[in-house]
């Protein structure tokens, strides 16, 4: 299988927890790189449901390594918490979990900041998932992070933290905001340490080590190519590159040891929190909420709904080098009459085949769609491309050769077997 960088080819929720743990049988190692716990990847095993934010959702397959990778944001509590809520399922993590000791850390200053820039920004809001991911990022940027590397050593952690939460409570001050309880955070800080002390290492060699030693490594993205900070649709994005080449800096895998990318979208379009999208539309949104879905696995809100948009997918294929499609919730449109895709942008008088670059500009676009007859039928028993009914082969093939890239995996609900190999 070699190494496979899997990328969200939309705005984040693909359903990229599901086709990893699908990948992941024949991967060696399963590698986040970006993101932090903003991210929700569920799978289903049977009737159990797992929903991961910071471990690698390989973990669930037996046998297999996980890595969470140099680029991702780490809340040490939050990751302690998710790793004890995964021992009582009985899922194993000890000897099988490595987290990079160059990780940066996320404090409570940062879900604080998170918080009041979101009120102050008003009606202009983002809707961030307020899990401190942009300040933690922010924090690196400025060189103001401190790391797992920090964390495991509590004498140089303590008097870090010390000045970290001295110069945030100024800040936090000046926005009316109550300041932090030093004490209280390195009380929190020094006890996820300990739990997590063991599991910290220089991922970065052990990667390239599987690499020479002949593993395959598969590449879990978070978040989806239009909220990654320089080709998303900024500034409502996340603060790290979802987009592929985010895998490399996250994980110091060069590359030239990638072997292909594959792209996970849905077969019509969500996107959670603020932002234009192009094909959002009420009936779609309604219809897919009342079967009970598409609602946000981190902070349960609805997502906002729409048809599928293959100029946003196409530029997707472009930016991230898709070369394989993995298209999910399938069985989401069942009942639908008429399906439609937008195939292009009109604004200002303008054709668009890619996504703009400005906000607004994407904002005032309208979609030009094409429209496939539904299938209304039941997809979900589909086992095979064949099992598939004619309309809807014919409407996933549309819509891979109008992303550009060729379908490799169809899903028809959220569990494993509910996979096709095309
Ligand atoms: P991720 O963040 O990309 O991993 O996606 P999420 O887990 O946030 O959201 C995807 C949702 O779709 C989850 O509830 C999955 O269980 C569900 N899902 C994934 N693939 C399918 C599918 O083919 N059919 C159905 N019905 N649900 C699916
Ligand atoms: P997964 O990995 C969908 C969105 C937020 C908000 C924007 C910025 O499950 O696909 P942030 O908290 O990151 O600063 O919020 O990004 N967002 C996601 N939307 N899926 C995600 O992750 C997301 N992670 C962040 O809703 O619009
Ligand atoms: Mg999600």
């Known amino acids: 299988m070699a190494n496979t960088i899997l990328v969200g080819a939309q705005w984040g929720d693909e359903g990229k927890g599901k086709i990893i743990d699908v990948l992941t049988e024949t991967a060696d190692i399963v590698v986040r790189t970006q993101g932090g716990n903003n991210a929700g990847h569920t799978v289903f095993l049977g009737a159990q449901k797992y929903v991961l934010h910071l471990v690698p959702s390989g973990i669930l397959r037996p046998g ?3 890595v969470i990778g140099n680029g991702v944001v780490v809340d040490p509590v939050s990751l302690v918490e998710e790793i004890e809520g995964l021992r009582k399922l009985g899922v194993k993590v000890d000897g099988n979990l490595f987290i990079s000791e160059s990780a940066h850390l996320v404090f409570p200053y940062h879900r604080a900041l998170d918080e009041q820039r979101e009120l102050r920004k008003g009606r202009n809001k983002i809707g961030t998932t307020k899990r401190g991911i942009g300040p933690a990022y922010g924090d690196k940027a400025a060189r103001a992070g401190l790391r797992m590397i920090d964390l495991v050593q ?14 945030n409570n100024e800040l936090l001050r000046a926005w009316g905001a109550p300041p932090l309880s030093y004490a209280r955070v390195q009380a929190a800080y020094r006890a996820a340490g ?66 292909r990318v594959v792209g996970v979208m849905k077969a ?3 996107r959670v929190g603020e932002g234009p999208l192009p094909t959002e539309n009420a009936e779609v ?39 394989k499609l993995a298209v999910t919730n399938i069985d989401g449109l ?8 937008c195939v292009a942008y009109r604004a200002g008088g303008r054709q668009y085949e890619y996504v703009p670059t400005d906000a607004p500009t994407l904002a005032a676009c309208r979609p030009v769609y094409a429209e496939f007859p539904g299938w209304r039928c039941a997809t979900g028993q589909a086992r095979s491309w064949a099992a598939l009914p004619t309309k809807t082969r014919q409407y996933l093939k549309a ?16 569990s494993r077997e509910q996979t096709i190999f095309r």
């Open 64 to 66: 297999k390594r996980c």
């Open 154 to 167: 509590p004498d140089r952690f303590a008097t870090l933290l010390r000045q970290r939460i001295q110069e």
């Open 194 to 259: 300990d739990a997590l002390q063991g599991f910290v290492s220089n991922t970065v060699v052990m990667l390239n080590e599987a690499i020479r030693r002949g593993e395959n490594l598969l590449f879990e993205g978070a978040q989806g190519t239009f909220l990654d900070i320089d080709h998303g649709t900024y500034p409502f994005v996340t603060l790290s590159n979802t987009t592929a080449g985010g895998a490399c800096t996250g994980s110091g895998v060069p590359p030239n040891r990638i072997d």
């Open 268 to 270: 019509y379009t969500t």
């Open 285 to 323: 949104a309604d219809m897919l909420h009342a079967l009970g879905r598409e609602f946000g696995a981190t902070t349960g809100r609805p997502r906002r709904c729409g048809w599928f948009d293959a100029v946003a997918t196409r530029h997707a294929t472009m930016v991230n080098g898709i070369d």
């Open 334 to 341: 069942d009942s639908v009459e008429t399906i439609k895709v």
């Open 399 to 414: 819509i891979a050769e109008l992303s550009g890239a060729r379908l490799g995996l169809a899903s028809v609900g959220p």
